[in-house]
């Protein structure tokens, strides 16, 4: 076979073009090495999230309890609740407490008063005072809780000005206060004990008391919880929701700053809504009133069907004394998909 040179069988220009496209970078080529590549990483990646998945969740869950009236505890501390209510019936009055736990220090109440409509507008004077082994425990004066004196002087209202009052935060007025016609109430608070207190109760308004006892146990309805945050102007908003999602607790963590304003968030238009599409209003564990606000909304009825989702319209933040308060409406349309 004979052998010939390149330049003796192809012209210049046929070689300058050769060598041209010799010399190109292969474009295709590349392209499919990096698609090669990319996949394979995306495969890895989501072998990882795959494998890992389980434990992600379950270290939500297992981050946060949750006990019912008292919301989100974090951390190790021992958590007491009071079981069953308390009651003082006189002169047509019904004093309760209920609802009252023990945590990080401190002994939370809230004393009712209810009664027929006939009371309404009539002043409620009334204090409480909490004894172990006959000594009072140190109450916290703080203007939030408590005015001067250790008591409360409010105004009965009406049920009905009650659920309009509730209507306009669009929630709902808890179910135990339905067989009564007028409602007065105000929280304290004071250094813990063992659990055990002889509960004093004093309506000054109508020269009458009692004593009473409180007993407070470490049996609390507890279960787990995941949270949700979002961020506003004021810090970050939490919901903590109930594994079972028919309850949820509200809180706002403030940044760190000399000057910052002490926020209270009072949640507004809550609903929780079944996988069948009902809706069900939001009711607070208590009534809103000057010296308290409660962030844990619940879900009264029993629907036949799981929730869903939750529905938050939006939040009340406010500052100050019931003198001089300072009230933001935030609009937030949140929904939080429950899987």
């Known amino acids: 076979m004979k052998r010939y040179e390149w330049d003796e069988v192809l012209t210049r220009d046929d070689l300058l073009e050769l060598t041209k496209e010799a ?18 990483a995306a495969g890895m990646v989501l072998v990882f999230c795959l494998a890992n998945i389980g434990t992600i969740a379950t270290g939500v869950e297992k981050l946060f309890r949750y006990i019912s009236g008292v919301g989100v505890v974090t951390g190790g501390g021992g958590v007491l609740v009071q079981k069953e209510p308390v009651e003082w019936t006189c002169n047509d009055v019904t004093y309760r407490v209920e609802g009252a736990f023990q945590k990080d220090g401190y002994v939370h109440l809230v004393v009712e008063a209810l009664t027929s409509a006939g009371r309404v507008g009539t002043d409620c004077t009334f204090w409480a005072k909490l004894a172990e082994d006959g000594k009072y425990l140190p109450s916290y004066l703080g203007k939030d809780w408590i005015q001067e004196g250790e008591h409360s002087t409010t105004p009965f209202m009406s049920m009905e000005e009650w659920t309009e009052k509730f209507a306009e935060r669009g929630l709902a007025l808890p179910k135990r206060y339905e067989e009564y016609g007028a409602l007065a109430m105000c929280s304290m608070t004071f250094q813990e004990g063992n659990g055990q207190y002889d509960l004093f109760l004093r309506d000054d308004s109508r020269r009458t008391g009692q ?3 409180l007993e407070l146990t470490d049996q609390a309805e507890e279960q787990s919880a995941t949270q949700y945050t979002m961020e506003l102007e004021q810090g970050t908003l939490i919901t903590s929701v109930s594994q079972d999602g028919r309850r949820i607790f509200m809180s706002l963590d403030q940044p760190p700053s000399d000057d910052a304003v002490i926020w209270r968030l009072l949640p507004q238009s809550v609903m929780f809504v079944d996988e069948e599409g009902n809706r069900y209003r939001g009711t607070t564990q208590f009534a809103h009133s000057w010296n308290r ?16 989702s939750i529905e938050i319209g939006g939040i009340a933040l406010i500052s100050g004394y019931a003198e001089a308060l300072d009230e933001i409406d935030s609009e937030l349309n949140w929904t939080i998909d429950l899987q």
């Open 211 to 213: 004593v009473l006892s």
């Open 23 to 40: 010399l190109a970078p292969p474009v295709r080529k590349k392209a499919l090495i990096w698609r090669r590549l990319c996949a394979i």
């Open 293 to 308: 606000t409660s962030n844990e909304i619940l879900l009264e009825k029993n629907p036949a069907a799981p929730i869903r």
